[in-house]
């Protein structure tokens, strides 16, 4: 038995270092709907990006805030910035 598991070993050792790397990570915060107003209120800057669809976009949005629905994320990485206060919702 012993035998048989070091082909599933070497097997599992080649799909690990065949994995991509990992996406850089960029640092993630959390934050309530009264500490995003208060950092609006003082000016923080601050781009909100809405990531609901167009539709409840247009029916009520947040001031200033701007549409990249969820499903268009990926096309549109480009439109968000890389660095600053960034809040998606």
Do not use: C
């Amino acid at each position: 038995m012993g035998r048989a598991l070091i082909p599933l070993l070497e097997a599992a050792l080649l799909l690990v270092a065949a994995a991509p790397a990992a996406l850089p990570e960029y640092p993630v915060a959390f934050v309530t709907v009264d500490e995003l107003k208060g950092a609006l209120d003082r000016g923080v800057p601050a781009d909100v990006i809405d990531v609901r669809t167009r539709g409840e976009f247009d029916e009520l949005h947040i001031k200033g805030a701007r549409s990249i629905p969820l499903r268009s994320i990926a096309d549109r990485i480009g439109e968000i910035p890389r660095t600053g206060l960034v809040v998606f919702y």
